[in-house]
């Protein structure tokens, strides 16, 4: 057993600061733990969002020692514990209470992407044939866990603040979900260029990077986006080719 | 007078797992305005973290499936305790709830013919279950969530419901309050669908989340609900037992259902030395006939690591007891091996079981692909709940429905894997239905301000009180501790009677905490309020399970060990009483129709 210290950042909307607790800390343990025993032992009111504790609700999102993790996947014997080990709530969304933020923002965005619209069933029976080597790519996209990390280290969102112009890496993930699922008959493109903002992009690849769920964010969803996107609006070639034939693509 | 908001709908949906998801979407398309109340935010409830799959007899796999092998082996699995008439919706209802989720985006794994694809589960005869790798839950409320946010659902998130409110017998709506904030919100509606999950919170080893506190089985209850089959709660066999912070943990039945063995510190795969009678017939006799099961080869019989998750649960921990088991008191469950069989294993491992792998590489370090698991039962699932109509999942109090775990009846005296998922959606989708019908055809409530004003000083009284230094938190560790070592997997009269009494002076200590800080946000507050519907349902369960002398499905009494054929027409009854203490009493079980039973004996054969 190890006594470790932890800076958490306490506060609300007003604002606040890193207050520092000491715990005690044993083999195995994650982050999320050493936040509950320090909830328990002294700061009963601590606020901290978290619901599976096994990396598959995406609730515990935060910075520990700067990097976006989840508190619940972060072993404690990772990290230095010669320097206090700092926990702060994600930066890209307004803070609520201590390490809690308001992601609401992030359910506004999804809900003006275009719904999934299936083509008519394949089968009699109202079923459709799909092959596995077909749903595979969409079914990386669809592990998403939805703990908005990707939102919280991309520098639009961050930096520039272009929530209004920029849906973040999570989104893209969504629409390519939707745009590569094999049944889908949707056209979420003009959109995805103009009031979702793809171009503000500029491939750094730190959204991939901080996914918990390996999903390779940048390769297979937002570069195939900006690609058909290039092809469908800036190609000269296949807009002539669909002045002529009427079609699509 | 307290501050409060009220919000008004014809159908207010408590929970947004799949249960409440699924409700809440048909009561909306039958044309009722439909609010749902999350106690996180939308699309984190704890179906997230099912693993292995909704089990639907579509036969994609294996054609000799249909609705009756399902039902069979759903009423046999629960052994027979089951509400007849639940389990035979749910087996015919299945398949269609399943593609539904299809059309409505769900990307599920497929056959090679392109159709969606089924594996082997425990206690299932056929492959049933409909999966995505090892994380069809997650997949589960993401179609969901992603359909019914475009249906018109008012949704409230971060929201705990605190009280019921009633109008003479009826519900009239529900006293909450938004946790983000901590201001109050009163709910008034016609009818209310409860969808609020289990009560693995009660004790110390579990899988289940936080929210897991026993919410809607106490607030029906306290509506006066009755409760029932409270004493069967499932201990999963196999949680993670290392390290301790994780300890609880689910690992997939998908992990056996894909070929993994059970053995023990001596390398013995123990589970070949204790098969039920009632398994016999259909539970391989060697090893090499279990792996030839899960290849798919329809000739041989399943493995018996593939029995019941009650029995496996009981073996595991006799090879504990008698000192054959892990370093850290589980025993091995091993999917490595495979590669002695199979070529590209540790591929084939990474596609089937991919968060596994995740969870065990990066929270105990170890590959499964080379090395085995320590695991260990866990507390999982609650079979009891909220007694209700079969067709309509209307509990005993008008008005009130119930769907998914916090329901009882379908499972009996013991779930089978993969028979929860689409639990949620075949009952969700009635319960919605019918509690949309009820608030149409019985016109609108109205409640008197008493019973929200009684609500709200009882929701702020925690922080009149004196923060002692005790708190919240350890109230409910000493109720988790005390619940796994007095009313857990094995049980017996004199350690049951001893919990009811605990149970009972922690109440006493319950009343008397005090906490700290404001209204937002608050966890020690929120604590401090679950801990009445966490008391509740631990003495349902101690209480239920001290009356019912014999040992059955999830329920074992060493000191009444084995079936006593009374005991398998009777289900138990908890109820509040007039003076507030709960009642205990016993039905007979739900007469079984003729042609069920023909099923049930043609399924024996």
Known sequence: MTRATFKIWRGDTNGGELKEYNTDVVEGMVVLDAVHDIQSESANDLAVRWNCKAG??????????????????????????????????????????????????????????????PRPPDAPDGTWRMDQADVDRVQEF??????????????????????????????????????????????????????????????????????????????????????????????PLKRLFRAITGRKS | MSDYRTIEHDVLVIGAGGAGLRAAIEASASGASVGLVCKSLLGKAHTVMAEGGMAASLANVDDRDDWSTHFADTMRGGQYLNNPRMAELHAKEAPDRVRELEAWGAVFDRTPDGRILQRNFGGHKYPRLAHVGDRTGLEMIRTLQDHGVHQGIDVHMECTVLRLIKDGDRVAGAFGYDRERGKFRVFRCNAIVMATGGIGRAFKVTSNSW??????????????????????????????????????????????????????????????????????????????EGWRYTQGDKDARRPPELLTRDHVARCILREVREGRGSPHGGVFLDIAWIKDRIQDAPERIKRKLPSMYHQFKELAGIDITSEPMEVGPTTHYAMGGIRVDGDSQMSSVPGLFAAGECAAGLHGANRLGGNSLSDLLVFGKRAGEHAAAFAKDHGTTSADEGQIEDAARWALAPFERVDDGGGPYQVQATLQTRMQELVGIVRQENELREAVGVIGELRGQASKVGVRGNREYNPGWHTALDLHNLLIVSEAVARAALE??????????????????????????????????????????????????????????
Not at chain 1, 152 to 167: A, G, P, Q
Not at chain 1, 175 to 188: G, Q, V, W
Not at chain 1, 211 to 222: G, K, R, S, V, Y
Not at chain 2, 551 to 567: F, L, N, Q, T, V
Request: net charge negative.
């Open chain 1, 56 to 117: 598959k609700c995406g609730s515990c999102s935060a910075e520990i020692n700067g990097m976006p993790r989840l508190m619940c996947m972060t072993r404690i014997g990772d990290l230095d514990l010669d320097q206090p080990v700092t926990v702060e709530p994600i930066k890209a969304f307004p803070p609520l209470r201590d390490l809690v933020t308001d992601v609401s923002w992030n359910y506004r965005v999804k809900e003006k992407i275009k719904p999934f619209k």
């Open chain 1, 142 to 235: 669809r592990k998403c866990i939805e703990c908005f990390l990707c939102q919280d280290v991309c520098h639009v969102l961050r930096e520039h603040e272009k929530h209004d112009s920029f849906i973040g890496p999570r989104f893209i993930v969504y629409t390519a979900a939707l745009e590569m699922h094999p049944l889908d008959t949707e056209d979420r493109l003009p959109e995805l260029k103009v009031a979702n903002g793809i171009g503000y992009c500029n491939i750094t690849k730190c959204c991939t990077v901080v996914c918990p769920e390996h999903i390779t964010i940048t390769d297979n969803a937002i570069i195939p986006l900006k690609e058909r996107v290039v092809d469908r609006f800036y190609d």
């Open chain 2, 211 to 288: 929210e897991y506190t026993g919410d809607g089985h106490s607030l029906a209850y306290d509506a006066g609900a009755d409760l029932l089959d409270m004493e069967f709660v499932q201990f999963h066999p196999t949680g993670m037992v290392w390290p301790p912070s994780v300890a609880g943990i689910l690992v997939t039945e998908g992990v056996r259902g894909e070929g993994g063995v059970l053995r023990n510190s001596e390398g013995r795969r123990f589970m070949f030395d204790d098969i039920p009678d009632l398994y016999k017939h259909q539970t391989a006799d060697n090893e090499e």
């Open chain 2, 548 to 605: 019912r002398k014999e040992s059955r499905g999830a329920h074992c009494r060493i000191d009444y060990e084995g079936k006593d054929p009374e005991w398998g027409s009777k289900s138990i009854i908890l109820r509040k009483g007039e003076d507030g203490g709960m009642e205990v009493s016993t039905q007979p079980t739900l007469e079984l129709r003729d042609d069920l039973s023909q099923i049930i004996e043609e399924n024996q054969a």
